[in-house]
């Protein structure tokens, strides 16, 4: 029987193999890291902000252009998609409502967090998190309104920043208890903690890898051997799209000119086999009249 993609997900979380997962912001990010093989793909909130707004990743998104950038991406792969939802965009029913939209339109998993508003990124200074109990009452909501046992809930704690490793293994026990499938505590600062935390709490766990962030540079493998079950690049991809941008736009304004053979740019094909134009050519082909 063939395995949807939300039971794909759980499958090779619970394997502990440290899973490697990107971050992408639109379909075309999607598009091209589904091209690379990766198994799984993660809707940043950080990045879409970047990328679709010029902004900061301090909670200006909506669930409205959240799910019309998931619905995009849903079309273009077939790939597991968690998705990150911030705080869930209110209190606890709000972020049922949320499940019930991100689920209906396309969502495998939907990443949760205990920060108050203004939330912001993991690896800013100036976090604070609300009430373990609004918290757990968050997951709860969340587990009712979720229509498939595949669906997955991450419960991510932000209380690492301010009181510790103890504080946040803590919260994640709760957090578990009500109902989380996957644990996630953001922006450990020591290596060793992860070792710790996959230790400690029984559902499987996950890093996020902020390329400069607070948490120091890891490899797979000490991850995969600290027993992390999913190790998120939330952001690599929109990091060196904005340098090949640079790279490109600095060329072109210092030269006055752009070739292929610049090695700053995709061929013209290249490109236009990654937004899929062989398949809309076929379909104007089937569907041709005289």
């Known amino acids: 029987m063939t395995q949807t993609p939300g039971s794909r997900l759980r499958t090779a979380l619970n394997e502990k193999r440290a899973l490697l997962v990107p971050g992408v912001m639109n379909a075309l990010s999607a598009r091209i890291a589904d091209d690379e093989g990766f198994e799984a793909l993660y809707l940043t909130g950080a990045g879409i902000t970047n990328a679709s707004l010029g902004k900061p990743d301090v909670g200006i998104i909506d669930l409205t252009q959240l799910c019309l950038h998931l619905a995009a991406i849903r079309e273009v792969t077939e790939l597991p998609l968690i998705v990150d939802a911030d705080t869930g965009f209110g209190n606890a029913v709000n972020v049922y409502h949320t499940i019930r939209m991100l689920e209906r339109t396309g969502a495998n998993a939907v990443q949760l967090e205990d920060q108050s508003m203004p939330k912001r990124c993991g690896h800013f200074d100036g976090k604070s998190v609300v009430?373990?109990?609004?918290?757990?009452?968050?997951?709860?909501?969340?587990?009712?309104?979720?229509?498939?046992?595949?669906?997955?809930?991450?419960?991510?704690?932000?209380?690492?920043?301010?009181?510790?490793?103890?504080?946040?293994?803590?919260?994640?026990?709760?957090?578990?208890?009500?109902?989380?499938?996957?644990?996630?505590?953001?922006?450990?600062?020591?290596?060793?903690?992860?070792?710790?935390?996959?230790?400690?709490?029984?559902?499987?766990?996950?890093?996020?890898?902020?390329?400069?962030?607070?948490?120091?540079?890891?490899?797979?493998?000490?991850?995969?051997?600290?027993?992390?079950?999913?190790?998120?690049?939330?952001?690599?991809?929109?990091?060196?799209?904005?340098?090949?941008?640079?790279?490109?736009?600095?060329?072109?304004?210092?030269?006055?000119?752009?070739?292929?053979?610049?090695?700053?740019?995709?061929?013209?094909?290249?490109?236009?086999?990654?937004?899929?134009?062989?398949?809309?050519?076929?379909?104007?082909?089937?569907?041709?009249?005289?």
């Open 131 to 290: 009430s373990t109990s609004e918290m757990v009452q968050k997951i709860k909501a969340a587990t009712d309104a979720r229509r498939s046992d595949d669906f997955l809930i991450i419960a991510r704690t932000d209380v690492y920043a301010e009181q510790g490793l103890e504080a946040a293994i803590e919260r994640a026990e709760r957090f578990i208890e009500a109902g989380a499938d996957v644990t996630f505590v953001e922006a450990p600062s020591r290596p060793d903690d992860f070792a710790e935390i996959c230790r400690r709490l029984p559902v499987p766990q996950m890093a996020n890898i902020v390329i400069g962030g607070k948490t120091p540079p890891m490899s797979h493998e000490q991850l995969k051997a600290a027993g992390v079950g999913l190790v998120l690049y939330a952001n690599a991809a929109l990091q060196g799209a904005m340098l090949g941008m640079q790279n490109a736009l600095r060329h072109l304004k210092s030269a006055g000119q752009l070739e292929e053979s610049s090695g700053l740019v995709v061929t013209f094909q290249e490109r236009q086999r990654l937004v899929a134009k062989p398949e809309i050519d076929a379909l104007e082909k089937r569907y041709a009249f005289d």
